[in-house]
């Protein structure tokens, strides 16, 4: 299956500061990425779709002017938690899109963020 | 109605024995079903496809019901090494190929 990087893996930031994620599909073209959000005991909660090339598409309850998602190319999707709270420290995953050749996403490794 | 249910659990279940695991989802319309384990503080990965006919993987076998609405995954003769969260998931074809994931079920293998 193709590789999906993320960086950094780890982040602790101060209340306020902003955070960029990059997602790197090394692999496989993705038109369409996804990014979930997992709190500590709790399932992976998605929390938007990004789109080669035009605006992300966000779930109910997820503020787009706070999670700005940028996808620029094929194999990179960037996830920015603008003015961060405590509230946001969680465990970040991106995937690409469904590779129909096996029927599967493929997952980052994940970025867990801490906002003290 | 959550969209997709699972047994958080946690299961603990002595070496060697068989456990089985149930997830339920809303969507009728849903297409495919996944069976994922993730292990503490990584990310998910794919454990199995679940097919209409089922499919076995090893020791791991995976079971479809669109009737009631549910998938169903059983593991055999466990290993320690099967302790897990095992995530079930429902990819919503019209739905820009979205997963939905259930809570998960975890797993504690006793030796």
């Known amino acids: 299956g193709a590789v999906v990087s993320q960086h950094p893996s780890w982040v602790i930031c101060k209340s306020g500061t902003s955070v960029k994620i990059e997602c790197r599909s090394l692999d496989f073209q993705a038109t369409t990425m996804f990014w979930y959000r997992q709190f500590p005991k709790q399932s992976l909660m998605l929390m938007a779709t990004?789109?080669?090339?035009?605006?992300?598409?966000?779930e109910q309850g997820v503020e787009k002017d706070k999670f700005l998602i940028n996808h620029a190319s094929l194999t990179l999707s960037t996830l920015t938690v603008t003015s961060a709270h405590p509230e946001d420290s969680s465990f970040y995953i991106c995937?690409?899109?469904?590779?129909?050749?096996?029927?599967?996403?493929?997952f980052g490794p994940g970025t867990r963020l801490t906002v003290l | 109605r959550k969209e997709v249910e699972q047994d958080p659990g946690p299961f603990n279940v002595p070496e060697g024995a068989t456990v089985a695991f149930n997830c339920t989802y809303s969507n009728s319309a849903s297409q495919s079903f996944f069976w994922y384990r993730q292990d503490c503080r990584k990310e998910p990965k794919l454990l199995m496809s679940v097919y209409s006919s089922g499919n076995e993987d090893g020791r791991f076998t995976a079971q479809l019901n669109r009737a009631s609405q549910y998938i169903s995954l059983l593991i055999r003769d466990s290993k320690l090494s099967d302790s897990a969260t095992y995530l079930c998931a429902v990819n919503d074809e019209g739905r820009d190929d979205k997963i939905i994931f259930g809570k998960g079920t975890r797993l504690h293998i006793l030796p």
């Open positions: 995937s690409t899109g469904r590779d129909f050749a096996t029927d599967t996403q493929y």
């Open positions: 990004s789109n080669e090339g035009s605006k992300a598409t966000y």
